[in-house]
Each structure stands twice: as C-alpha cells, then as structure tokens.
C-alpha cells in the first residue's frame, strides 16, 4: 500500500501529516537531470524551486469513500515513435486535447544532453483517435517543446523560438514565424544568446496565438497570418498562462497571477496571493476549468524570515481564482509532490510522482465544487501526459502511451 493511500484511509486517525524540509541539495540534483532546461534570466532560478517542492502526503480534501480506489486496466495501448517530450520528469505542454483527438509530441533522437542540443532533437508531432487509439496522423519536427490546439489549428513552438502552424486534420506544416526579444537580456554573451526568446509555454484562443518565455515577455501572434501582433514585457519570468473571459491571465512565480486583455493588449499587473502569516504562493501552473482559473503554487517562508517552516495546511496549494477579478475562491492544500497533469470538462487530473516510472495514484479535482477524489490506480505506472473526458493517456516506459478509462462522474 502507498502512501497516498495511507493518507486517504487514515487520514481522521492520523491528522496531519508533518512534511519534510526541503533538501536544496537534493533538489539541485533532480533539476540537473530534467531532459528539457528552460534557460532563462534570473527567473529560471525561481522557478525550478517552485516546481521542485517536495512532501510525504496528500491533506486534507480527498473525499471519504471505500478503502481503496478502483484500480484500471489500460483500455488501448499506442507504440509512439519516441518517447514524450518530457515525460521521464513532468510533461508541461507536451500533448494536447480537441475534440476527440489528442496531439503529442515525442522525441527519438538528441533528447538529453546540453541545452545547444535540445533545439535540435529529433521530434514527431503525433495525433492519436481517442476513441480507436489509431495514430491518424505524424509530422517530423525539430527541437519542439511544447504544443496547443485551436484557432483552426496545431501549434508548437521550438527551444530556437520557432513558433509553427500545423494542419489539423493532416499534421501538416503550414506556417511559421521565428520570436526573439525586443532587446538584449545580457550584455557578455552573444547576439544569438542575448536574443534569444527560449519559448517555455503556449496557448490558443482568444484570436490568437499566447508563446511565453521566462526572459519576462509574452508574444501575442496573428494565427491568420503567422506574425507578431504584440511582444508585451511581464514584470518576471512567465511560467504558467490560461485563457478566460476575453483575456489571458499569466503568474510570474511569487508576484503572481496578472491579466492581459486579449483584445488591446492592456496589462494588469500581477497580485501576489498570500496567506495571514504573510507567506506567498509561488506559482508555476495555470489552468481554466468550468470556468474558473486554478494556479499551482509552493508556499513561500512567513514574512520576515527566509527559513522554512512547515505551511500548516500543506506545502501545495491549489487555488481558484476568479478569473476577471483575480480574488481567491478556494484553497486546496497538500504536502505532497502533486502536479495538475492534464485538464478536460469539469475534473483537474492530478498525480504525484513515486518513482522514475512515474504514478500509480490519479486524483480528480472537481473545478466547481474544489472537492479532491482519489480516483483511480492505474494498474501500471506512468506519467498523465492528457486527458479526453475521462479518459486518461499516459506515457509509460519503452515509448508507450495507454488509456485508461476513469470510472468517474
């Protein structure tokens, strides 16, 4: 038995679960190892702790029920042509869902190493029938990082800052236009460094195209014509967005979540969220769901001291947001190392990582209500790289993608 189900069963018998501190040197070496460096300013330092937080267990939220969850079968396996961007650590846009066909992105060669060579790596774009588990389409790409649906198309943008168009019923490479910064970031390297957009997010939908970097600027693309509509300056290194109610909302770690009008550009500047201790979330995910925003964060030190002390309600924290105004709705807390993996209808699917393999444990979110379900065990590990209503894909050892069918409301 694992810990999280430990901490469902016993939770009223137990109380809380005391997390451990954070070992920097630890966390140091597992971001040493993510396949795909995002390299920016001093941001990127900031970021990396945000999402290397770790716990023992989940708190207070998962819902009482039977002892354990149903554990599911894989209902459709798929031989992917390398493995998926990302998923040997935490998938962060690398696949994504529309209508009844999932996008994804895998890499065969020059998948590791240095940074010079991430733009490089050999990649394929893959759509898959949710439904058949059939591969209906493939395109070979170079160096892709990340990729989104709509606007009347696929979209990925590349570690060279190469943002592409694709056919959506084709895979077929239509246009293309290549970001770089308005102006340099560092004055003892190179042109090309100093330029360099370094893309780590992507978004569709309110008439355009959303590519972020965490060198501070969000570029807003035509997705008629392919080209820079605006390059608009963010007061830190942008590392989650989400689309909502005509404007994109976007969080900057511990300055957290501001908005920009998808219309004209206007900006509002980013609103910590903090607790009454004075502690700040530093956030590092967004994700719109039945209509409200959900930021990902870590909980800060109190005000006034740069020493960790235990968040008396879970070291992570999910909060819903309202997205026109900013104000917090609800917290969810945890002290373990959760990640939203995927989002789809009403449900946030979430999942710790256990092992090298990935997880077993898959928690559902409910976006109206903020109830936490354990909701399934997968019968294999693997990591949630995107979800098709309740239907989950997860990318598994030896290049391989499964569905698994989540007996979920």
Same mark, same amino acid.
């Given at each position: 038995?694992?810990?999280?189900?430990?901490?469902?069963? %016993?939770?009223?018998?137990?109380?809380?679960?005391?997390?451990?501190?954070?070992?920097?040197?630890?966390?140091?070496?597992?971001a040493?190892?993510?396949?795909?460096?995002?390299?920016?300013?001093?941001g990127?330092?900031?970021?990396l702790l945000?999402?290397a937080v770790?716990?023992v267990a989940? %708190?207070?939220? !998962?819902?009482?029920?039977?002892?354990?969850p149903p554990?599911v079968?894989?209902?459709?396996r798929v031989?992917?042509?390398?493995?998926?961007v990302?998923?040997?650590d935490?998938?962060?846009?690398?696949?994504?869902? =529309?209508g009844?066909y %999932?996008?994804v992105?895998?890499?065969?060669r020059?998948?590791?190493?240095?940074?010079?060579?991430?733009?490089?790596?050999?990649?394929? &774009?893959?759509?898959?029938d949710?439904?058949s588990?059939?591969?209906?389409?493939?395109?070979p790409?170079?160096?892709a990082?990340?990729?989104?649906?709509?606007?009347?198309?696929?979209?990925?943008?590349g570690?060279?800052?190469?943002?592409?168009? *694709?056919?959506p019923q084709?895979?077929?490479?239509?246009?293309?236009?290549?970001?770089?910064?308005?102006?340099?970031?560092c004055?003892?390297c190179? =042109?090309?460094?100093? &330029?360099?957009?370094?893309?780590?997010?992507?978004?569709?939908?309110e008439?355009?195209?959303?590519v972020?970097?965490?060198?501070?600027?969000i570029?807003?693309?035509?997705?008629?014509?392919?080209?820079?509509v605006r390059?608009l300056?963010?007061p830190?290194?942008? *590392?989650?967005?989400?689309?909502?109610?005509?404007?994109?909302?976007?969080?900057?770690?511990l300055?957290?979540?501001?908005?920009i009008?998808a219309?004209?550009?206007?900006?509002?500047p !980013?609103?910590?969220?903090?607790?009454?201790?004075?502690r700040?979330l530093? #956030?590092?995910?967004?994700?719109?769901?039945?209509?409200?925003?959900?930021?990902?964060?870590a909980?800060?030190?109190?005000?006034?001291?740069?020493?960790?002390?235990?968040h008396p309600?879970?070291? %992570?924290? &999910?909060?819903r #947001?309202?997205?026109?105004?900013?104000?917090?709705?609800q917290?969810?807390?945890?002290?373990? *190392?959760?990640?939203?993996h995927?989002?789809?209808?009403?449900? &946030?699917? #979430?999942?710790?990582r256990d092992s090298?393999?990935?997880?077993?444990?898959?928690?559902?979110?409910?976006?109206?209500?903020?109830?936490?379900?354990l909701?399934?065990?997968?019968a294999?590990?693997?990591?949630?790289?995107?979800?098709?209503?309740?239907?989950l894909?997860?990318?598994r050892p030896g290049?391989? #993608?499964?569905? *698994?069918?989540?007996?979920?409301g």
């Amino acid at each position: 038995m694992d810990k999280d189900e430990v901490a469902v069963q %016993l939770h009223e018998s137990l109380g809380k679960v005391e997390p451990h501190p954070l070992d920097h040197e630890a966390i140091v070496a597992r971001a040493g190892k993510r396949r795909r460096r995002r390299i920016g300013t001093a941001g990127a330092a900031l970021s990396l702790l945000a999402a290397a937080v770790a716990a023992v267990a989940i %708190l207070g939220g !998962p819902s009482e029920g039977p002892l354990g969850p149903p554990t599911v079968e894989a209902s459709a396996r798929v031989a992917l042509p390398g493995e998926v961007v990302g998923a040997g650590d935490q998938v962060v846009g690398a696949a994504a869902a =529309e209508g009844d066909y %999932l996008w994804v992105l895998t890499c065969s060669r020059r998948c590791g190493g240095p940074p010079s060579n991430f733009e490089h790596s050999q990649d394929t &774009l893959v759509k898959v029938d949710s439904g058949s588990g059939a591969i209906v389409a493939r395109t070979p790409v170079e160096g892709a990082g990340v990729v989104a649906v709509g606007e009347g198309g696929v979209w990925t943008a590349g570690y060279d800052g190469t943002v592409t168009h *694709y056919d959506p019923q084709t895979g077929k490479a239509l246009s293309s236009v290549h970001l770089l910064l308005p102006k340099p970031v560092c004055t003892d390297c190179s =042109e090309t460094e100093a &330029l360099a957009f370094l893309p780590n997010g992507i978004v569709v939908g309110e008439g355009a195209v959303w590519v972020s970097t965490a060198r501070e600027y969000i570029a807003q693309i035509d997705p008629r014509t392919t080209e820079v509509v605006r390059m608009l300056p963010t007061p830190g290194g942008v *590392y989650g967005m989400a689309l909502a109610g005509g404007s994109l909302s976007y969080s900057v770690g511990l300055f957290g979540v501001g908005r920009i009008d998808a219309a004209t550009g206007d900006r509002e500047p !980013p609103r910590p969220i903090a607790d009454a201790e004075g502690r700040e979330l530093q #956030l590092d995910y967004l994700a719109v769901a039945d209509g409200s925003l959900w930021a990902r964060g870590a909980w800060g030190p109190p005000r006034g001291t740069h020493k960790y002390v235990p968040h008396p309600g879970g070291d %992570l924290s &999910l909060a819903r #947001l309202d997205p026109q105004t900013g104000r917090v709705e609800q917290m969810v807390s945890f002290n373990n *190392y959760i990640w939203v993996h995927a989002v789809s209808g009403p449900h &946030l699917w #979430l999942a710790s990582r256990d092992s090298r393999a990935g997880s077993r444990n898959v928690y559902a979110v409910s976006a109206g209500s903020g109830k936490v379900e354990l909701a399934a065990r997968l019968a294999e590990s693997g990591t949630i790289v995107g979800a098709v209503g309740t239907s989950l894909w997860v990318a598994r050892p030896g290049d391989v #993608l499964e569905r *698994y069918d989540v007996p979920i409301g």
